[in-house]
Structure formats: structure tokens, C-alpha cells
């Protein structure tokens, strides 16, 4: 790819290596703090509300959002920034049926619940998709800082993918849960100041200022929202609202990401006053961030769009690149930064919840050992923690044949998600559904959003619900032809695991 000059300065450098070092300082401060698995995955369960809405908020719109969402806006308009409203249903959902049943009991992971409600099967099943769908999706959050540095720098793309990973995995392996939360707290606070200072800048440079923005982004349909009830149309306001609700059910209320943050609160109350925060927050967040986009494309309309130059081969370089070439000195440093380390901070967080599946669903369950001491289960946590590392890096040299960042982290999202949904929709809402029909239900639903995702041109908004409404549906039915016994109410679950102290 071209490299155009203004690149980074002495300056730049010095301020983008100082706040990684601080980054990685912040991480490993908790280590002597550990003595316990409950502290490592937990926290302690001593999170309030607050911090549990602003690590779930980080952990979700992190490095991949200060790149997708302006490169969105950019290529399309800011329009997909009418996802969040689907939040106002995803959450009371999550709040009022999904929270009870994993905190009354005091789970580690949501998988737990499955074991409890079906069989023990399900729950391989239900963690290992949760594995498989997260690795790909930490591998996109690998993947996003080391584009940016390639367009900022012109260092190599598998340089700073190693150099992410690695520095991700070191800190993660160190501090636990605990530094996962602070950092994706500092993280947060350096996205949203530095994506707002970057488009009141922008906006500043465009002749007529935002009254001008609104007119080009007019001119150019970014600003057009289709209403068609066609499902092969990329965005549609039905897509936006209803489809998008069941992608944020994926990770709100059946993804271990989320759910350990909800179990490492002091309480069911707490927790749930956090979700509700986190609402509230990610609104003015993700209107900065898509609006971003937008202005960007204002801007090069007015100065040279640097895509049709050539300069950049990606819209999820558009944002690196205005950085760069556009700003003071030491800002594109401190900005770049901020990328890296928030994607450092979505990692750890998904390294850390793929540990404490891998070792409370599989290890501890599958390979019982009542001789092992909580430090020596801490010990092969830390060995874990290294070994997802390592995956991650390998898969993150993969991400660029799934399209857009936007688009491949939400069709990982609803591949594996949508089905995941619907398995814990049959346990909860469903009495009579028996482990068989679960079973069999999911395998379906997973079959149609393959078929859906890779068969067809149904936006990827969709997949999910569908994956999700198939495995629903044929749970159901083959309930209704072979009843059986049902399970217990998520309220009283048969038994609760060793590991739910």
C-alpha cells in the first residue's frame, strides 16, 4: 500500500510507547492480589455498578469500533448507528430473564446453567461454540490495531499483530480479571475523548462547518435508510431494530465476555443496574463514533478522498490516516495508541473468559482432580491464558479475507451466536424442552445460519435471528412429537456445580 508522508515523528513514537508500557503497567499491578481462581475470573465479586457498565461497554466497543464504525461512516453513512436502539430491547431481556438464572446460583460461566437445566453435553457444546466464536473474534480485535499502525507507520502488518498479542497475552496472564476491568475502564475514557476531539477537528476544517457535513453526506446518500422488508438489503430499518437485537442477545446475555463481568458484581441488583448504565452510555459513544465517519467523509470530499487517490485500500484505514496526516504531532501518537491498547484491552478480556470456560466447563468437569490446590489451579490458568494467546495471534493473520471489520466481527457474532441464544431461550422459557430436542434444535439452527450466512445474500443482520428462531422452533417441536420429563426452573436448578461456591 502507499505510504504518503506524514508519518510518525520522534514524538509520536515516544508518547505511543509510553502509553503502551503504562497500559501493560496498569494490567500486571494485580498480580500479588491473587491467591484464587474467584479473584482471577471474578474479581472477587466485588465490581460495582459502574465499573461493571463501563468494562461491559469497552469490552464490546473497543479498538474494532474506533476503526469499523468511522469506517462505516465513511463507505456508508452513519446509519448503522441505529443498531443501539435495539439495545432497548436486548436489555430488558437480558435484565429480567437471563441475569436470575445465572446469578442466583453464582455460576463462573453461563454454561453452567446448561448442565443444570439439560444435560452435560450441552454445556460442551454451548462452551465450545463460545471458544470457537471468540477466538475469531479476538482475532479481528488483534487484527484492527495492527491495520492501523500499518497505515500510521508503515511498520508490517504481522510485526504489530505479533507485538499486540504478545504484550496482550503477558499482562492478561498477570492480572486477571481485576486488571482486565481497570484497564478497559482507562481505555474507554482515551476512545470516546480522542473520537470526539478527532471529529470536532474535522468538522472544523470543512467550509460551513457540520450545516455542511449534513449537506454532503446528503448529496452522497450516506444519509439514506432504506425501509424495505427485503432481508438481502444490507441495512433496513427492520434489520436495525429487530435483527440487531437478537446480535446484541449474543453477546449480552449467552457470552462469557459479558457474563463474567455481570457475576464479578457484588450482587444480582448491582449487576443489573449496570446493564442498565451501560444502555445509557453506549448511545452518545456510538453516535461519536459513527458520526466520526461521516465527517470524514465530508472532509475528504472537500480535500481529496485519499481511497480514490489510492492511498488507502480499506475504509477501516480512513480513520488512521486522518490521524496521521492531519493532525499535531504527538496526537497521531497518542491516538494510534489509545487503538492499540483498547484492542489490547478487548483481548484480555476474551483471553480471560476463554480461560475460565476452558477450566471450569472441560478442565475441572471432564478431568476432576480434588487434589488440586486453588494455586495450582491458578498456575494452569496462567497456562491457559498463554496457549489462547498464541491461537488468537495465529487466527488474526486471517481476518482480512472476511470483508470489512464491521461486517467480520458480526458475522462471527451470528454464526455461532444465534443458535447459542436459542438453546438458552429453550431452557429458560421452555419447561418441557428435553435435553434431546435441545439438542437437536440447536444442531438446526445451526445448520440454517451456516446456510443463511454462506448460501445466501440475506444481510448479515439477520443471521442471527434466524439461527436463533430455527433452534426455537424445532426445540419446541420435537418436544410437542417426544415429550419428556422438562428440566427444573432456572430457579432451582437440580445441582449446583462444585465450582459455584
Known amino acids: 500500500m502507499p505510504q504518503l508522508p506524514g508519518a510518525f515523528s520522534f514524538l509520536d513514537y515516544a508518547i505511543f510507547a509510553g502509553y ?12 500479588k492480589g491473587q491467591r484464587d481462581l474467584k479473584e482471577y475470573f471474578l474479581a472477587g465479586r466485588s465490581m460495582g455498578s459502574v465499573l461493571v457498565a463501563m468494562t461491559i461497554l469497552a469490552s464490546l466497543f473497543s479498538g ?5 464504525a468511522p469506517g462505516e461512516g465513511y463507505a456508508n453513512g452513519p446509519v448503522f448507528f441505529l ?18 438464572a445465572y446469578c442466583q446460583v453464582r455460576f463462573y460461566t453461563a454454561y453452567q446453567y446448561l448442565e443444570e ?3 452435560s453435553p450441552l454445556r460442551t457444546i454451548a462452551s465450545a461454540s463460545f471458544i470457537a466464536r471468540v477466538l475469531l473474534w479476538l482475532a479481528a480485535a488483534t487484527y484492527a490495531p495492527a491495520l492501523a499502525l500499518e497505515q500510521a507507520t508503515g511498520m508490517p502488518l504481522w510485526f504489530t499483530i505479533l507485538c499486540t498479542g504478545i504484550l496482550t497475552t503477558l499482562y492478561t496472564t498477570f492480572g486477571g480479571m481485576r486488571a ?7 481505555q474507554l475514557v482515551v476512545l470516546f475523548g480522542g473520537q470526539l476531539a478527532i471529529a470536532l477537528i474535522a468538522i472544523s476544517r470543512v467550509p460551513g462547518g457540520l450545516g455542511q457535513v449534513i449537506e454532503l453526506g446528503q448529496a452522497g446518500g450516506r444519509l439514506d435508510l432504506s425501509l424495505s422488508f427485503d432481508p438481502t438489503v444490507r441495512l433496513t430499518l427492520w434489520g436495525l431494530l429487530i435483527g440487531a437485537a437478537f446480535m446484541h442477545l449474543v453477546q449480552m446475555a449467552t457470552d462469557q465476555v459479558s457474563v463474567q463481568r455481570y457475576l464479578s458484581a457484588r450482587s444480582m441488583a448491582v449487576a443489573r443496574r449496570g446493564l442498565w448504565l451501560k444502555l445509557f452510555m453506549t448511545l452518545p459513544v456510538t453516535a461519536v463514533f459513527y458520526g466520526t465517519g461521516l465527517v470524514l467523509y465530508a472532509y475528504y470530499q472537500v480535500h481529496g478522498d485519499p481511497m480514490a487517490a489510492g492511498h488507502i485500500s480499506k475504509p477501516d484505514q480512513i480513520l488512521p490516516y486522518f490521524v496521521v496526516h492531519e493532525l499535531p504531532r504527538g496526537l497521531p501518537g497518542l491516538f494510534i495508541a489509545a487503538i492499540y491498547a483498547a484492542s489490547m484491552s478487548t483481548i484480555s478480556s476474551g483471553i480471560n473468559s476463554l480461560t475460565s470456560a476452558s477450566l471450569v466447563d472441560f478442565y475441572q468437569r471432564l478431568w476432576p482432580r480434588p487434589d488440586l490446590n486453588e494455586r495450582t489451579q491458578l498456575s494452569l490458568a496462567r497456562r491457559l491464558t498463554l496457549a489462547y494467546g498464541a491461537i488468537v495471534i495465529l487466527l488474526a493473520f486471517l481476518v482480512e479475507r472476511l470483508g470489512t ?22 431452557g429458560i422459557l421452555f419447561r418441557r424442552t428435553t435435553a434431546r430436542a435441545a439438542t437437536i434444535g440447536w444442531a438446526a439452527g445451526l445448520v440454517a445460519t451456516i446456510w443463511v450466512c454462506f448460501g445466501t445474500e440475506i444481510s448479515f443482520l439477520w443471521h442471527a435471528m434466524i439461527g436463533c428462531i430455527t433452534t426455537v422452533a424445532v426445540g419446541c417441536a420435537v418436544t410437542s412429537i417426544a415429550p419428556g420429563p422438562g428440566g427444573p426452573s432456572p430457579a432451582t436448578p437440580r445441582n449446583v456445580a462444585v465450582i459455584a461456591k
Open 20 to 31: 503502551l508500557i503504562a497500559t501493560v503497567a496498569v494490567g500486571t499491578l494485580f498480580f
Open 64 to 68: 474494532i469500533s474506533f476503526l469499523a
Open 83 to 100: 443498531v443501539n436502539l435495539a439495545f432497548f430491547v436486548a436489555t430488558p431481556i437480558t435484565a429480567m430473564v437471563f441475569l436470575p
Open 117 to 119: 437445566r439439560f444435560s
Open 180 to 186: 482486565v476491568i481497570w484497564t478497559d475502564v482507562m
Open 405 to 426: 471489520l464491521l461486517e467480520a466481527t458480526n458475522k462471527v457474532i451470528s454464526l455461532i451466536g444465534g443458535p447459542l441464544i436459542g438453546l438458552f431461550l429453550l
